[in-house]
């Protein structure tokens, strides 16, 4: 079975700060990345389900496998001051790690959440010896490709039908060098 990736863009502000429409830093949002949890699992699962419609968004069996499976980690990103999650990115290591998925909750996209923790990964697997990193998105996600574009990914194919409504994946892959 194929792991469906999926990708939710988010902002890409310096310093963790959420920026106005204007674009204009204007309110410091404190984010913490730290490991999962088992506590986390019933909230992480509700964001996922908010993050992707129905027939994308994971099963509870599914995100429970993906976050379970020997090599994977998951991290989290909590506000700082109340600890609530905002976000998570669950990746499989290896010499060539994989992007499960990366979901962020709506009231915090744009807020630099997904670049911190994409960052923090792309870390951790620099760490673990991995070369290379690797996801896929759907063609009609631009948002997200356009998040991982400005995050050195580069498409290198295209999967047709990959996700279960039929849609095509991008196949994207960044060198950690």
Known sequence: ???????????????????????????????VIREFKPEDFEILWRMDQECFPPGIAYS???????????????????DQKDGKPAGFIVVYGGTTGHVITIDVDP???RSG????MLRAAEERLRAAGSSAVGLETAVDNLTALSFYK????????????????????????????
């Not at 106005?20 to 404190?30: E, F, I, K, L, R």
């Not at 509870?60 to 909590?78: C, D």
């Not at 959440?113 to 911190?116: E, R």
């Open 113 to 116: 959440v997904g670049s911190l």
């Open 60 to 78: 509870r069996q599914e995100l429970k496998s993906y976050v379970r499976h020997r090599g994977a980690f998951t991290l989290v990103a909590a």
């Open 150 to 177: 400005r995050h050195g990914y580069s498409v290198i194919r295209t999967w047709p039908r990959y996700y279960s409504n039929g849609v095509d994946a991008l196949v994207m892959k960044k060198e950690l060098g």
């Open 1 to 31: 079975m194929a792991v469906e990736n999926r990708a939710m863009g988010v902002g890409e502000p310096a310093d963790s700060r959420t920026r106005s429409s204007a674009g204009n830093y204007n309110v410091a949002v404190p984010f």
């Open 107 to 109: 009231a915090a996209r």
